[in-house]
């Protein structure tokens, strides 16, 4: 038999193999070598950003640990690439175009400069999940940031956003700026585009209407909105079935906004500074409420249907005009943490002992007599709530005034109590004629608490 030529023999299955794989090692190294050239140089794009940045702020970035907190700007990286940016109180003016070239920044943090609109590059910031602008100078919402897909956090407090009757936006091309409105076509299109937002403060700045543009945030679960002008709240809201957090402080609401009844999901809710005098009886059906400020408004008394809010946890209602506590109140079972700072409740309930959960107490500034014995010493206030009744009782204005006559410390039961009133004209009779610390204080903090003009009510020489 003839031997088959070498020449004209094809290489067996596993010769094939060994060639393949050869092949594909060699192709993997080049992968390899072009991966490693990428990276080096979006890490030396990534410096030059850092230094276009630098040489508009005229202050060196310097690197620190994430923990120091420094005026200077600083950077935070991750696998070595910039992930996060603070520029805070800078003066910085504008932003510039190379930032887009930040590919893996999370965080930009830019408080407290003279900002007033952003780079339509930035809109190239794919893995941004957080911006901070507040304390600038924004008259609108930059329309940029519908185009950044991971942002979940925005933060445009301290600006000058005035109301957007319909989608403005602000389009920045260099070194000019422009406002364009949308079509209806494009309008419509809005709908759904902040999907991604999860948390947005606006706060101090200069809305009356509640925002439009908030109605395409389906996702959104905090809306901070105070110190604004704000008087009335749409009935759209709620559509807003993931918000957990809203706060409308400082707004001139003046009454509780009923289109809050269908969020049901709310958890905290600040109506601090509202002007609101009632509390309506659907405030009941938030039956999720764990937190509700309602300091500083014009409560005469102590809203029922807040007693059947049984998941609420920390109420807070200083400074109104409230004169009791209903019985009611042993309902609250959950509650943990209540202030009753500046009213003129002069008495606190029995069933208050009842309030189980109840673990701090805070009512200063109220002209109490009556403390239930049965009231736990759940916290050092109640304590001294304790205490503060039992001074009362032993008080009498005659012991008062030789207290002032021996230039003794003024305690807080002498000038803060219902007994000082109609004794007021007899005691600062009998120390008329005394010049001491005592007396001083004891006339600076009666001026204070009951707003005396004591030179010509009295008669008396200050």
């Avoid at 950077?75 to 893996?104: A, F, W």
Wanted: hydrophobic share 35%; net charge positive.
């Amino acid at each position: 038999m003839k031997k088959r030529s070498h020449k004209n023999e094809k290489p067996d299955k596993a010769e094939e193999l060994t060639q393949k794989k050869e092949l594909e090692l060699e192709e993997d190294e080049h992968i390899e070598v072009r991966a490693v050239e990428n990276e080096y140089s979006q890490r030396l794009l990534e410096e030059k950003v850092l230094m276009h940045f630098q040489s508009s702020i005229g202050k060196v970035i310097k690197e620190i640990d994430k923990n120091v907190i420094m005026d200077n700007p600083w950077v935070k990286r991750q696998d070595g690439h910039v992930e996060t940016i603070y520029i805070e109180g800078s003066h910085i003016n504008h932003i510039p175009d190379s930032i887009q070239h930040l590919k893996y920044l999370r965080e930009l943090h830019m408080r407290n400069n003279n900002l007033k609109e952003l780079p339509s590059c930035m809109a190239n910031l794919k893995n941004l999940t957080s911006l901070d602008l507040s304390q600038n100078n924004l008259r609108k919402i930059p329309n940029i940031l519908r185009d950044l897909p991971l942002l979940k956090s925005l933060n445009l407090s301290h600006n000058r956003i005035e109301n957007l009757t319909r989608v403005e936006i602000q389009i920045s091309e260099g070194n000019q700026s422009k406002e364009v409105k949308l079509p209806k076509e494009e309008k419509q299109a809005e709908k759904g585009v902040w999907e991604h937002i999860q948390e947005i403060h606006l706060d101090h700045n200069k809305l009356t209407k509640f925002p439009q543009f908030l109605k395409s945030c389906p996702n959104v679960k905090r809306i901070s909105l105070g110190y604004n002008k704000i008087e009335r709240i749409p009935s759209w809201i709620q559509e807003l079935k993931s918000l957990q957090y809203l706060s409308l402080k400082g707004n001139p609401l003046k009454r509780a906004p009923q289109t809050l009844t269908g969020l049901q999901n709310i958890e905290i809710l600040n109506l601090d500074m509202c002007k609101i005098e009632k509390i309506p009886p659907w405030f009941s059906e938030l039956d999720n409420l764990k937190e509700l400020n309602l300091n500083n408004n014009g409560l005469t008394s102590f809203p029922k249907y807040l007693t059947k809010l049984k998941n609420l946890r920390h109420l807070e209602m200083n400074n109104n005009d409230l004169y009791f506590l209903p019985r009611g109140i042993k309902r609250m079972k959950n509650l943990q943490v209540f202030y009753l700072n500046q009213n003129k409740i002069d008495a606190i309930p029995e069933d208050f002992s009842d309030l189980g959960s109840l673990e701090a107490l805070f009512m200063a500034n109220n002209p109490l007599r009556l403390i239930p014995n049965t009231l736990k010493p759940i916290s050092s206030h109640t304590t001294e709530l304790k205490e503060f009744c039992k001074k009362l009782k032993k008080w009498n204005p005659n012991r008062l005034i030789q207290k002032i006559k021996s230039n003794e410390e003024i305690d807080y039961v002498d000038t803060y109590n219902p007994k000082l009133g109609p004794n007021l004209g007899y005691i600062l009779r009998k120390i008329s004629k005394f010049e001491n610390e005592a007396k001083r204080n004891f006339l600076e903090r009666i001026q204070k608490d009951f707003s005396l003009d004591l030179k010509n009510q009295f008669k008396l020489v200050l």
